[in-house]
């Protein structure tokens, strides 16, 4: 991990900048020029694309515009680095060995305006959930749920936001991205930060989404998670939904089962995710994690093999099509513990979106199917922390017992209200009282507190 954090101190920044290269005779005298392509610079050297071959430690001399910076730079660079780009075209890396001090200022501070490392420190320093970067505004945080805009960075054009999300993309990445036009994908920053990155294009332009994630799987008492995790983790078989609206902690929810799991008990676990956020290492168990887009072509597909794969434990990062919930209910009903993000704002409306997914006409049977395979549901959310330091999780929590398991064979899903209030025997619980009790523990404040009990939760969502 050592080198993930020297890595990140040596920045550079992929962006595309025609480079003349020089040689002079012995009084100074350009001889031959040669034009290229640079694709990333940093203040201590360059690397540049051209059709001609080089000798390592071969010196010559280079010129270039930065963007925006009207005034010509002008450098000499010794060749480090050869490598073949094509037939008839080299890649070269050279460092710096003689650049005027205000010209080497002037990349730095072009890093410090643009560079992507920055911006991710800034997302951590300041404990954002979220980073976002689209053209024509400044980039943005996400700040205990509320937008704040980093207005000193100016406002980001499209060719800039390339220029940002490129330089900690795979040549492989870049190649997806501008095959397909969307990509998710993880990155790994330091030994204790990852981020789960989107990139899409809106109105034909590059945007992106950078969520922050904290590589160290916490334990249920740090997320503040209820404690009946700990007796679903411990099944053998069944069907565990972990639901709420985008950006509600349900991948760390499903983390922090899977390092239970992994530390109490011997088994295989497969995780299929979309990307891989936490990673995991073996323990009592063996834990493969499979990402879609990358080593499988959807959810589907890759629950679907992972049937044949002997695990014991399989993780779906997400139901998003009839399919992949069918298999996710059949492999439940075959012996497997199949644990599932989906997306729902409350207990009920998780169920009912999930069967709804269905033709109407095979609602009576998959109903049914759930009722016998279904053990229970998590709906969570997050809110503000009172002390401004971060979120905190409030959840809803259905243990299927007969009862439950009675009104969702009967499709009487209005009942599941009642019996989640009444059920505290069970460990079950409301999202009200979830509330209510860190209202009074004083970890949110009153006005949210009374905020989200008064709106029935209606307000629900990922600004949260």
């Given at each position: ?61 280079v ?24 037939e ?37 320093s300041?404990l954002?959930?979220d ?18 805009p ?33 990509l998710d ?13 989107n ?49 509600s ?7 922090a ?11 295989v ?24 887009g ?15 794969q ?84 409030v ?20 009942q ?49």
């Open positions: 991990m050592d080198d993930l954090k020297n890595k990140r101190a040596y920045k550079r920044f992929y962006f595309k900048v025609p480079i003349i290269i020089e040689y002079t005779d012995p009084q100074g005298k350009v001889v031959k020029t040669l034009s290229g392509v640079s694709h990333d610079i940093s203040s201590e050297g360059i690397y540049v694309e051209v059709e001609q071959s080089f000798a390592l430690g071969e010196t010559v001399d010129r270039f515009f930065l963007p925006k910076h009207p005034e010509e730079i002008r450098a000499a660079i010794k060749i480090v680095r050869i490598e073949a780009v094509s008839n075209r080299s890649g070269i890396g050279g460092i710096f060995t003689k650049i005027l001090p205000q010209h080497k200022d002037e990349i730095k501070r072009f890093f410090e305006r643009a560079d992507i490392n920055t911006l991710l420190e800034l997302t951590i300041k954002a959930s980073l976002h970067l689209t053209t024509g505004n400044p980039p943005v945080l996400r700040v205990n749920g509320e937008l704040e980093l207005v000193d960075f100016g406002t980001l054009s499209s060719s800039s936001i390339k220029e940002l999300v490129f330089s900690i993309m795979s040549k492989n990445q870049i190649k997806m991205y501008e095959e397909f036009k969307e994908f993880g990155l790994q920053y330091n030994t204790g930060k990852r981020f789960r990155v990139l899409y294009q809106q109105r034909g332009f590059l945007s992106a989404a950078l969520r922050l994630i904290n590589s160290n799987v916490e334990s249920i008492e740090e997320l503040r998670i209820s404690p009946v995790i700990r007796d679903f983790a411990g099944l053998k078989e069944g069907l565990i939904l972990i639901t709420g609206p985008t950006g902690g349900k991948s760390t929810t499903i983390a089962m899977v390092e239970i799991i992994n530390k109490q008990r011997k088994g676990i497969i995780t299929l995710e979309r990307p891989i956020e936490f990673l995991h290492f073996n323990n009592k168990c063996i834990i493969e994690q499979r990402e879609v990358i080593d499988t072509q959807s959810f589907s597909i890759a629950l679907k093999n992972a049937l044949r002997d695990p014991n434990i399989i993780v779906v990062g997400e139901l998003d099509d009839v399919e992949t919930v069918k298999t996710a209910i059949t492999a439940s009903e075959a012996g497997f513990l199949v644990i599932a993000s989906f997306h729902g704002s409350s207990v009920i409306q998780s169920i009912d979106r999930l069967i709804s997914m269905f033709p109407e006409s095979s609602r009576k049977f998959i109903l049914g199917q759930l009722a016998n395979c279904l053990k229970g549901v998590i709906c969570q959310l997050l809110l503000p922390r009172l002390d401004r330091r971060g979120r905190v999780l959840s809803e929590v259905a243990v299927v017992n007969e009862a439950i398991k009675k009104v969702i064979r009967n499709d009487e899903l209005v599941l209200a009642t019996i989640i209030q009444t059920g505290a025997a069970y460990k079950m619980q409301t999202m009200q009282e979830s509330i209510r009790r860190l209202g009074e523990e004083g970890v949110i404040d009153t006005q949210t507190a009374a905020f989200y009990l008064s709106s029935g939760l209606s307000k629900q969502g990922s600004g949260v």
